[in-house]
C-alpha cells in the first residue's frame, strides 16, 4: 500500500497564509516522495492553493461536501464544484462533523455514494469518543460507522479510511502505536468482511489524533497504519514536512 499523508487546515488559514505555507512545503518537501499527499483547506482557499500545488507533490482535498448535486441548499458545496476547482479528495464523517455539527450516519452514507460517483476520493473518518473507549465500546463504534456507511454500491478501491480517535483529536493524547496498530486491523477485519480480504489488504487506512514529526515515524511503523490524516501539524511547513519524512523513513522508502 502506497502511504498517504493528508493536512486537514480546518478553519484555519487565510490565503496570504495559505500560500505562505504552500511556499514553504515546496521548499521543505523538494521532488516527489514515494507518498501520495494532500492538503485540504477552506473552500474559500481551494482555489488559490490548486494554483499554488501546480507541478508539486501535493493533491488538493476538500473538508466536506454535501450529496445533492445542486439546488437550494444555501451554504453548501457540491461534489461537481469540488471537482472543477482541482479537487482530488474531499474528508467526509471527520469527528467534527459528526460530533459539532451533528452529520449522522446515514447522512455521511449519501455524501460518500454522491462523492465517489462524481469521482471524488473519498478520505472517511471513523472513531470512538474517548468515554466509547473507556466503557470498551471502541470496536463497536468502529463497526457501526463501518456499517453504516459500507456496502456493495460503494468502491472500497476508491477511498481511504482515516482512524481518528476523538479523544487524540487536537489534544495532544496521541494514541500508542499499539492501540492505533490495534484499531487499524479491526477496521481492515470488518471491511474483510463486508467486501473480500484482498480489497480489504489493499485499503489505505490513516491515522489521525496528535500526529506530529516527533510521533510520527513510531506510529507510521504499524503494519496497519498507511499514513496520516494531520490537524494542527498540517498548518506548519516544517511539522507537516516532517511528518512527511518520517513517513518515508518508517515505511523504509527512504
Ligand atoms: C484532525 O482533525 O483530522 C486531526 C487529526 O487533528 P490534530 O492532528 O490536530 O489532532
Not at 9 to 29: C, D, F, P, S, Y
Not at 70 to 94: P, Q, R
Request: glycine share 10%; proline share 4%.
Amino acid at each position: 500500500r502506497r502511504p498517504f499523508v493528508a493536512g486537514n487546515w480546518k478553519m484555519n488559514m487565510t490565503r496570504a497564509q495559505a500560500a505562505e505555507l504552500i511556499a514553504g512545503l515546496r521548499q521543505r518537501v523538494a521532488g516527489k516522495p514515494p507518498i501520495d499527499l494532500a492538503v485540504c483547506p477552506s473552500f474559500v482557499c481551494l482555489v488559490s492553493v490548486a494554483e499554488a500545488i501546480k507541478g508539486s507533490a501535493f493533491k488538493l482535498g476538500a473538508q466536506n461536501m454535501h450529496f445533492e448535486a445542486n439546488g437550494a441548499f444555501t451554504g453548501e458545496i457540491s461534489a461537481e464544484m469540488l471537482l472543477d476547482v482541482g479537487c482530488k479528495y474531499v474528508i467526509i464523517g471527520h469527528s467534527e462533523r459528526r460530533h459539532v455539527f451533528g452529520e449522522p450516519g446515514e447522512l455521511l452514507a449519501k455524501k460518500v455514494r454522491t462523492a465517489q460517483k462524481a469521482g471524488l476520493h473519498v478520505i472517511y473518518c471513523v472513531g470512538e469518543k474517548l468515554d466509547e473507549r473507556e466503557r470498551g465500546q471502541t470496536e463497536a463504534v468502529l463497526e457501526r460507522q463501518i456499517n453504516e456507511v459500507f456496502g456493495p454500491d460503494v468502491a472500497l478501491g476508491e477511498l481511504t479510511v482515516a482512524y481518528e480517535p476523538v479523544w487524540a483529536i487536537g489534544t495532544g493524547h496521541v494514541a500508542t502505536p499499539a492501540q492505533a496498530q490495534e484499531a487499524h486491523r479491526f477496521i481492515r477485519s470488518r471491511l474483510a468482511s463486508v467486501y473480500n480480504e484482498g480489497l480489504a489488504s489493499a485499503l489505505r487506512i490513516q491515522y489521525g489524533g496528535s500526529v506530529k514529526a516527533s510521533n510520527a515515524k513510531e506510529l507510521m511503523s504499524q503494519p496497519d497504519v498507511d499514513g496520516a490524516l494531520v490537524g494542527g501539524a498540517a498548518l506548519k511547513a516544517d511539522d507537516f514536512a516532517g511528518i512527511i519524512e518520517a513517513t518515508v523513513a518508517a515505511k523504509g522508502l527512504a
